[in-house]
């Protein structure tokens, strides 16, 4: 630690400093090239020594990169400086288990950039450097561009988003049978790139260049990826098949990928808050696919990563990683809440309505149900999908009253199940 911060403090003080005085400290790295080049992507190997800094100068522009080195391989200190700010390398989060590498994350800038410095921390001896061009062409702006979802959208269908065949102008399509999965999980992911990027399609651009052209997968991994200004972006495409692309199976959980839908919300939420425009848009996609697959978003199913999966659930849930990051993964709860509330009261017909009071409520809560209902029964679901038993008396046919003072305060779902249908509202204990 000390090791670190005494090289933090020193490139600090570099930064100070113009780049051509860089030129004159450090050595150029040396590379060799080890795939034939396109215009969209290159990649080099090269030889460094462990804690030492070196000029990378590539023979032509990039938008983003990613390294390989040994397996096991610790990027903690290793840091890159782009133009005179620094950029973190991490592990990559997405990595599939046996590699016979260790894979660091994709970095991405908004503009192409065309060399950098590479301080190596605990890297050492081989290594491969991969360079993506997302803008290698002229890029239209797609139409869609900045349609979002509003209040006055209709809940509970597919969500205006930006086609793949729109943001992927340009750069190669994907060629392949695709496979149908019948979805019974969302799964939740952050792309782990930086905050600070506000051209959301170039991301995406570089995200599949990344997984296409680096990682040999056929498409995208996602199913959708989200922008934090509640931008949505259709990742794996039917192409010509006559398929959803919601059913087409990712490669994004795990290398278990069957029976799941994955997605992406752009972004590193381990250092920041999700938005609330990308929260709600991630509310819409899981409404309407979970309402269009009869799915219960406080549900869990069993999936070979674990036997309790949640119905909506984070990347973390089915192997080691800390995708879809902290910030993010404490919002599941919620977003599973707010999806329940949603289909209950928008996806419906007619909208399910039964009377709760008094709000707030002062420790005994009272449920009248629309009719009469000798069956029906009450459940209290918690943020975390947790079914409480608390103290219920049934008053009549159509009337309880539950004695909530025992709760923590916080929001709730109060579920109502009758012969005839399931009713839903969310309440809080104040």
Partial sequence: MKKQNSFLKYLSALLLLPTVVWAQNYPKLSITETKPATKYYRQYAALVEQEATYQVQASSSFTSLAFRATSGTDWTDTYLIVNQDTFRVSVEEHETANLPYSLSTLLVWDKPIQEFLLYTGQVQDDIVISLFNAQASEVPQPALRWEQTTEDDVQCEKPALITQEEWRTGLPAPSYQ????????????????????????????????????????????????????????????????????????????????????????????????PTDTALATIERVTSWKLDKESLDPTATNSHPTNNNLGIIAGHRDGCATECPGENLYVRLASIRLN??????????????????????????????????DSTAYLDIIDLQGRTLSLPMVSEDASRFTVQTQVLPTGSYILRVTTSQEVLTRKILVE
């Fill in 339 to 372: 999806t329940e509330e949603q289909i209950a009261q928008d996806c419906r017909e007619e909208p399910q309505v039964f009377n709760i009071y008094p709000i707030p409520n002062d420790g005994t809560l009272t449920v009248s149900l629309p009719q009469p």
């Fill in 178 to 273: 695709r496979a149908i999965t019948q979805v019974n999980h969302v799964i939740i992911h952050h792309s782990a790139t930086f905050n600070s990027l506000t051209d959301y399609e170039n991301v995406v651009r570089n995200i599949y260049l990344f997984h296409t052209q680096d990682r040999g997968w056929s498409d995208i991994g996602y199913n959708f990826l989200i922008a934090p200004d509640g931008t949505l972006f259709e990742g794996r495409s039917a192409g010509e098949q006559n398929i959803e692309s919601d059913n087409i199976r990712g490669a994004h959980f795990c290398g278990r990928n069957s029976g799941t839908m994955g997605v992406c919300l752009l972004g590193n939420y381990n250092t920041a808050d």
